[in-house]
Structure formats: C-alpha cells, structure tokens
C-alpha cells in the first residue's frame, strides 16, 4: 500500500518547545528524539513577515562541531526537521535559527527510541486511511470505520534503532497481519505501518490498537464494524454528528454540570455544598475521543507525582444557559441552582444532597441549548464521602491508606485524588471509584514533613459511556446532552 494523503498538521503555536512531529497539534511535547525521527521545535515569532527559511542543527555534549538537521518546513511558528542519523545519543543543544530572527536554542537528550503516531488528538483519533478490497483509500473515522478483510496506513516516527521487522500490531486484543512497515520513498524519518483487519476484531467506535515496536509499545484506536456502516456510538451520536466530526468540526454540546461537594474544615465543622447548571459548548472528535480513551494511569502504580507535558483536551464552555428543569422523587429544582449558605455539621451528620442519588429526569423549559421541552433521565451515583474524620493524620514515614464510599459506583467511575503540602510535591492518584480505596506509598510520602500541614481532595466523576448522553437535533443541527456529575470531598491534612 502507499501512503495515501497522509497531512501534516503542524501547531500554530504551542506551548511546547520540542515536539515529535507525529504529536504536533495534539498538546503533547518531549525533550527526546530519535536519530532519523521527524521533529518539530516551536518559536515566538517576530513582528516582521513570516520567515520562509531555518537552519536546525544539533551540538553533542562535549562536541564543538554542530550536525545539521535536513529542514522538511517552515511555519510562521514552527520548524520541521529531520534529526540526523547519526547524532550521537545523549545530551546535546538543538539550535535553531528562523529566517533572519536570532539564534535561539534548547536542550533535547537524543536516544534510541522515541516513537509517536501521527493523530490529531492526544490519543487519537489516528490519521489512518483505510483501503477497501475494491476501489480507492478513504478517511476512517467514526463514520467510515474499517471492516474485516480491509486495510489500514498508520504512519509514525522516531522508531530510531528498532527494525520495521520487529512492528506488531493488535486492534481489539486481536493480533493484525501486518503487509508492509518501512518507509515509503521520499518521505525520510517518517515510518508507515500497514495492516489488514482480521477475523475477529471487535466492533466498536473506540477499538484500543496497539502498536508494538521491539521491547515498547504505543496505544490509539480505530473505529471498526463488520456490515461498514458507521459505529453505534455509546452517547447515541447521529450519523449526521459523526459525520461532522470525522469532517474535522465540532458538535454543539450541552453540559448539565451537577457537583456536589464535601468541605470539611473539622469531624464537627462540616458542610455539604452543590451546584448544578448548563454550559454551551462545542466538542471535537479528538474531544470526545478522550473521554472513552484517554490518558491512562498505571493500575499497579496509581499514584505519583505528575509531570506536566500533556496539556489534554477538557470539556467545558463558557457561560451558564438555561433555564430548566431537574426532577427526582424528592421534587423538582430549577436550573441554574446553586444550594443555600452551606451550615456546620458533624460529617456522620450531613444533611442529604440535594443532588441525590438515584433516577432523575432532565427537561429543557426554552430552546436556548436544547429543543424546548427535550428532556432524558438517567440515575446517578452516591456522592463521595472519604472514611474518618477530619483532619486526616497520615505519618509520611509508611504507606497510608485512603478509603471512601466505593460499592456504589459502576465501572466507568473514576477516583482522582490529591495530597498536597507547602514546598512539598503534589500527589496524584487515579483508581477506580469502585475500588474503595487506595494506598499512597510511603516512597511518595517522604517528601513531606513531619508536623507540616496539607490538603487531601478526591473527585468522583464518570468516564465514557457512564457519562449519561442524549442526541437532540436543534435547527436541523445536532445538539449533545451530557449529565456531567462531579462528587468532591476535601479536608485537611496533618503529617506525623
């Protein structure tokens, strides 16, 4: 197979410095490059025209001779590169000169692997044309997806020291006959995988690949039905909202954020606050994708002190909407709500949530979001409430044990949770709600200190297809009702 209208999508600008050119775009950077991967680095441009031209050249540690990297293009704010074949690994200056701007430079570590497939979202989705057994390539997508006996281009780059021999590839847990993984001619630096959709792959909008290269692997998906025709989203999305998104555009969203929240200051200072209203919103495949694939933590390792070079894609708009309705068996509240001044409490005394668990019914009262009278029910989870009291002792020299609520919740429920200190590092964890607890190791917890102070939050919010979800068409355009539930509860913290 050939590569068949594989795009470039370089970032107009971003945050990151260094970037492999497969994650331009997608809020992903690195200070790791492979000797022959195709690379990008950033720059603040000047006032003056664009440039048309760069120089791009590596310095080697302990080197006074720079290698020169080929150029692939110039943007108004990015550099495209070929890092050089026979860089040394290693700590080295990238230098970079654009048009008739000053010398700048960074500091990038060259290594033997540093493999990335082009997407256009964090995780996807990928770009990956998808060859039918008659007729020409078409764009997969949510619409389009692959089918058995079909074949599928991935592309990547920075697969530095492994051979293309050495590619496997399984798309659902089924391994994929791999036809060709080489580099198509006159493209160097830039790896293309084909496969055909075997037997037994499963159907799915979001069907995990793997992709494993020697000794690593990289994670994606695909969409993929057996009949050809689009996937059966799990929010209900129309043929028409697939259609859009596959085409590069957004959807009209709706959010019904419902939080609820514990705030506890001490075991009998205790307060029980919540919220629930309606936010605008446009949401794009790359978007939607990363609700049901997103950034995965390490089950065996739960906890940790995070880096931050992934920026992620977040749901949210701006401004409230509404007016409308929410209705349970206790009665109805009107949104947007926000609950009275909270009073003091003992916490094994909280007065019940307002935004309970249970069945509930939405109904939009005017056509600002939503149809006028749209409404959906779903059921929602008991809020989070964490076991003790407050402030929680946790002696920095072991382990400790947090513990919460977790019978309750469903499959799709995520804990999220966050021990912080002055001069200290942030602590995150992410475990399934369901779990009930999770322990922080006493590796982490060293860097605090004996008789100093913190915070410990969790946050219990739902993923995927426990996200409830209801597809309305407003003026001949679809519109997506999401019930966005957040269940908090935070307290101090005093480390012995």
């Known amino acids: 197979m050939r590569a068949a209208g594989i795009l470039f999508l370089i970032a107009a600008a971003s945050c990151a410095q260094v970037q492999n050119r497969a994650d331009t775009g997608v809020g992903v950077s690195t200070t790791m490059l492979a000797p022959g991967s195709q690379a990008a680095v950033n720059y603040f441009p000047d006032a003056g025209s664009p440039p048309t031209s760069a120089t791009v050249s590596f310095l080697p540690v302990n080197t006074t001779t720079p290698i020169p990297a080929q150029i692939i ?38 290594v033997p692997i540093s493999f990335s497939l082009y997407r256009t979202g964090p995780v996807g989705p990928l770009i990956a044309p998808i060859v039918p057994l008659t007729g020409p390539a078409y764009p997969g997508g949510l619409a389009n997806p692959a089918q058995p006996g079909f074949g599928v281009e991935i592309f990547g780059s920075g697969l530095g020291a492994v051979p293309p021999s050495q590619i496997q590839v399984t798309l659902g847990g089924v391994s994929q006959p791999v036809t060709y993984a080489g580099t198509p001619s006159g493209l160097p630096g830039l790896t293309q995988i084909d496969f055909l959709v075997a037997p037994g792959t499963p159907d799915g909008c ?70 629930a209203q309606i936010i605008p919103a446009e949401l794009n495949a790359a978007q939607i994708a990363s609700s049901f694939v997103g950034i995965q933590g390490n089950s065996a390792q739960p906890c940790s002190v995070p880096s931050a070079i992934y920026s992620g894609f977040g749901f949210g708009g701006s401004g409230s909407a509404g007016p409308a309705q929410l209705t349970n068996s206790a009665g109805t509240i009107t949104l947007p709500y926000t609950s009275p001044q909270p009073m003091d409490s003992a916490l094994t005394s909280l007065p019940p949530p307002v935004i309970a668990p249970g069945p509930w019914q939405f109904t939009a009262t005017d056509a600002s979001v939503f149809p006028a009278g749209a409404s959906f029910t779903f059921t929602l ?35 999220q949770l966050t021990l912080t200190s002055f001069l200290s590092p942030v602590i995150s964890c992410s475990v399934p709600a369901q779990s009930g607890s999770v322990t ?34 407003l003026d001949r355009t679809p519109v997506l009702a999401l019930a966005q539930w957040t269940s908090t509860d935070s307290r101090p913290v005093d480390f012995q």
């Open 73 to 110: 293009s110039v943007s108004p704010a990015a550099i495209s590169f070929l890092v050089p074949p026979g860089v040394p690994y290693g700590p080295a200056q990238l230098i970079y000169k654009p048009g008739t701007q000053a010398t700048q430079w960074t500091t990038v570590s060259i």
């Open 206 to 275: 979001y069907v995990p690949l793997v992709v494993t290269y020697g000794p690593q692997s990289i994670s994606s998906f695909l969409s993929k039905t057996s009949d050809g025709m689009p996937c059966h989203h799990p929010w209900g999305l129309s043929t028409q909202a697939l259609t859009m998104l596959d085409d590069g555009g957004s959807i009209n969203v709706g959010e019904i954020q419902l939080s609820t929240g514990i705030e506890a200051a001490a075991s009998n200072r205790a307060s029980r606050q919540e919220s």
């Open 381 to 415: 989870p008991p809020p989070v409430q964490l076991s003790g009291g407050a402030p929680v002792v946790i002696n920095h020299t072991e382990s400790s044990t947090i513990a919460w609520n977790g019978s309750a919740y469903d499959s799709f429920a995520t804990l």
């Open 440 to 473: 922080i190791p006493a590796s982490l917890l060293a860097s605090f200190r004996t008789g100093s102070a913190g915070v410990l939050s969790v946050s219990v919010s739902e993923t995927g297809s426990g996200i409830p979800a209801a597809d309305f068409t």
